[in-house]
């Protein structure tokens, strides 16, 4: 964790809202149990800094509140300060190894291309020339 | 009063302001036929290590370090953009332009596009006409190394890509087979993303994030496919160079330009001939930056239309979920097919003229799940969160396709950009505020389209699909605000681009579009670049020129 970091209450609150966004259901895991508060939290704000500040104080101010009323709250009347900790939570989450096995992703991974010498598409393509009646012509 | 004190760089034949699509077009052509250039860009150089697409964090790069927003994005290079605006403009501030984030869509315009007035009864007409860039378009397809295939019946026919299209992908396959029933016109996408290796590019790797920079090396970028032999042959490009001011001599000759360097320092660039290539919003900021007694409205503004008719191809999503597997995640992240089948004008229709469509992926889980979200925020909180959150991702993540449909927004005086009052850019020039409105024409045409692209996606086998409404920021192309024409009256600049009110003076850059037609303006703005750039190279003997 690093010094500017939340802070591990923060952190706490963070599980919490998170776990509201991204449940547990349909054979998938909750936000928190695969570790967005922790060190995804981090490699999330890593990657998007402007992130950090605005959630680290809508952390401080959600520790007072309920947390269901405190995320629908934002939800509903500011969606600036929602998108800051929606996107964090799934972006984080999404970095998650088990989320994208379970998903099925295997992340924007390097693939060569492989380019057909007749590519199935043909004769879809000869329809298209056949029934096209050309461009427009112009003065 | 203090004295402004202004350090003298070394006269040369050419200064180009800005280093993207056309800037290094012409500052190549222009260099290899003996001409000094020096180019001045106001961001750095980026490349591969810059990139963050090869790490699994790549989507969040696109929340700010990446964004194709500069306001987002907020680098040192960037300048604000303020105002209220329907659509916000993309654009990247660096060694490349735009072309360093763009997802490298390669699409001349119609034929029909340079005849909108004599055609349709709107707006106007170019000075020029389509084969007047059949030759460019050609060569600089060649030069950016481009992946597609000829014979599009839509268009007038050119010389072959250098490389053949890209596999269409299972996103593509399964839009065509939609296209295929209903009769409808598509094409394989071309773009400029190697499918084999080509000149300065690599093949492609299908990543699928070219729009946060291709680690491969296989999407054509101005650093890679002009700039090399720009240098070698003699030009000299400085970063870190704001130009704040186009000064006049007694004649009302450009002396060259004013710019700031990264420690601060104003310095006078000389130069014969002044080429602005700054793009269409920041081409319209010097412009207007660069007011004098002799042009009190602005230089080069004696029509009033220097930064109005902005356009910027509005833009709407449908994406259609199937049950078949896509693998949608893969790449490229260009145009896996088009189709030009609602681009012209019907008499039937209440709007004139039209659409392109486009084929792309979805790209990775965040951005599938967000597009979903967007489309369905109406719903409420339990429609898309809580457990929601996991239906939508089985539903969508690697099953979907969108067909982007880009619509050509007509020419409008007060669609524009002019200088805010208050806001300044980080050297203290005045930021570029975006007046602009989506017309009543383009909401007719943008809707009509989505019901059609729906039908398409039905025809696809599409389960379910979801609309989005006009996109705000991320795909904003910026064109119209120096036009061209014959008339000093009604452009600012001539069909060889040159200023009606400065003769040693040209803009190359999307500002000089008459109308936008709704093809991605990159090929075009390079082959008029090349035009440019050739003509200047013609009758350089009788060019005039600043003292």
New interface residues.
Partial sequence: MSDSGPTPPQRATFALLAD?????????PAASTVGVAAGLLD??L??????AEPLRALLDEAAADDPDAFV?GL??HRPDDFAVL??TV??AY??SDDV?RL???P??????????AE???LE??E???D????????? | MLMRRTQSDVATDVVIVGSGASGSVAAARLAAAGFEVACLEQGDWTGPADY??????????W???WSPDPN?RRRPADYPLTGEADVSPVMYNGVGGGLVQWAAMWQPL???D??VR??DGVADDWPI??SDLAAPYVQVARDMSVSGLG?D????ELDPYPN?P???GRI??AA??GM?RL?W????GANAIA??RHGSLQ???????CMMGCP?NAKATPSLTHWPSALAAGARLVTGARVVEIPLDERGRARGVVYRDRDGVERLQKAQVVILAANAVGTARLLLSSASARFPDGLANSSGLVGRRLMQHPYRTVTAVCEEPLES???PWGQSIYSLEFA?TDSGRDFVRGTKWMVMPH????FA??EYQEAHRDEG?DAV???A???A??EV??HAFTWGIQAEDLPEDDNRVVLDPEVCDSSGMPAARIEYRVSENTHKMLDFNVARAVEAAEAAGAVSTFVRDVWPTGIGHVLGTTRMGDDPQRSVVDRWCRAHDVANLYVIDGGVFVTGGSANPTATIMANALRVADHMIETRASQEVGA
């Fill in positions: 509201i966004l991204v449940a547990e259901g349909l054979g998938m490699r999330c890593e990657a998007a800094p402007v992130l629908q939800s509903e929606s996107t799934v972006g999404f970095l994208r998903i099925g992703y992340g924007q991974q390097p693939s060569p291309l492989s380019i057909a590519p199935e598409y879809m393509l329809r298209v020339h029934r096209h009646p050309g461009y427009r012509e112009c003065p | 963050m697409s090869d790490r699994p964090e790549a989507e969040l790069a929340v700010e370090r987002v119609l034929a029909s340079f005849r004599t055609l006409s389509w014979g019946p839509a268009l007038p053949p890209i596999p269409i593509g396959l065509a087979r295929d009769g016109h598509w094409w394989p499918s084999r093949a492609c790797q299908r990543r699928g994030t491969e995640w893969q790449g012209e790209g990775g889980p965040m799940v967000a909180f969160w809580g457990t959150f996991h239906r991702t089985a993540f690697g």
